[in-house]
Nanobody
Framework: QVQLVESGGGLVQAGASLRLSCIDSTRTTAWYTMAWFRQAPGKEREFVASVKWDSESTYYADSVKGRFTISRDNAKYTVYLEMTTLKPEDTAVYYC????????????????????WGQGTRVTVSS
């Protein structure tokens, strides 16, 4: 069973940057799309960004495009989310997720396309 552990969250002021990390302790995610989702207080979980298993393509929600960058290091079984110019509306619990399809060549962004989730890391952006 895949175990994903997120880290890097915290309390920052608007305009600051943070880098989230997601480590796969079971070393099974190298062939799968990985993604970040987030859930703000009182809202449903939403897609943030995804990266293809070979890092050849990435995909972002419009709300974070140009500010967030997703990347991965398969040798370290780690996925990153570099967040810059943070806004109060970025406040949420951020979850790492593993795609359900091995070596998938397309774009994944629906929750139903991901079958393993981390426990989340909280990001709070103050104004």
């Amino acid at each position: 069973q895949v175990q994903l552990v997120e880290s890097g969250g915290g309390l920052v002021q608007a305009g600051a940057s943070l880098r989230l990390s997601c480590i796969d302790s079971t070393r099974t995610t190298a062939w799968y799309t990985m993604a970040w989702f987030r859930q703000a207080p009182g809202k449903e979980r939403e897609f943030v960004a995804s990266v293809k298993w070979d890092s050849e393509s990435t995909y972002y929600a419009d709300s974070v495009k140009g500010r967030f960058t997703i990347s991965r290091d398969n040798a370290k079984y780690t996925v990153y989310l570099e967040m810059t110019t943070l806004k109060p509306e970025d406040t949420a619990v951020y979850y790492c997720a593993k795609g359900a399809y091995i070596r998938y060549s397309g774009t994944l962004s629906r929750e139903s396309d991901f079958d393993s989730w981390g426990q989340g890391t909280r990001v709070t952006v103050s104004s």
